[in-house]
């Protein structure tokens, strides 16, 4: 049983074990429950309000567990519901995760840089003010990439399918003169080593795991709410199949783990 008051990180999927990794990195003695949503992945391609409607039934759930802070680690959520979130629970520490706009922008050389995310981290007005504040003077490709999610959900990191479905996007930003790539959704760092292959040596694929850990673990110490002992304890919930979620999360993060259905009630409608 996790200790009371643990950090809630939630993805639409698995994609945030990718955030949670670098969490427990930083921040080895904090009880973690991770909430992936799998019966609603994927979240990149559903309406604004029903991404809400879902970060909305999470940070509920959370709160309904007394967890200290929510990290939303997913691009999509975080461009849909992250104001809405921090009006519903002003006093929850609530960190998002936002595509590494402004490190790209201080690493190109061409003056170009390609984002990979999912249509609606794309699409979204958050994202425009991101790219707009950050790099006004860059050239930004643009790639939505549903498929890698898909891919990532299935548990295909590499092989021929993932190298067939990396290959083409990877290439056409790069021909278009982008030397720097950003990985703008959380599902895509378990596709790095096909996306660095097709991009090629050297080329820096930025992900924000690290800078969300930092900025979590300084929250936290502000207001006093570190922990500074105690073991490593991670509880995986999710919506969906907890035996899939089980498999799928220990081949992630390469040790064998468990999962537990989320309570019915936080677990939304399968017509949704
Ligand atoms: N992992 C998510 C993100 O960072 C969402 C992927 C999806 O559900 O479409 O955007």
Redesign the pocket.
Known sequence: MLSESPLGVY???V??LSVLRAIRDALPHEPLLYVADSAH?????KTQEFVEQRACAIADYFVSRQARAMVV??????AAAIALLRRRHPALIIIG?EPAIKPAAHLTHSGVIGVF??T??LASPKFAALAQREAPEVRILLRPC?QW?RLVEQGVLSGPEAEAAVRAPVAELRQAGADVLVL????FPFLRDEIQAAAGPGVPLLETGAPVARRLRHQLQERGLLRGQGPAELRLETTGSANALGELASRLLGQPLGAAATPERWRGLPRD
């Open positions: 993805d639409s999927g994609g945030g992945v994927p979240y990149g391609e680690a997913c691009n999509t959520a975080t995760v995310a999912t609606g981290t549903p999610v703008g959704c959380t599902h």
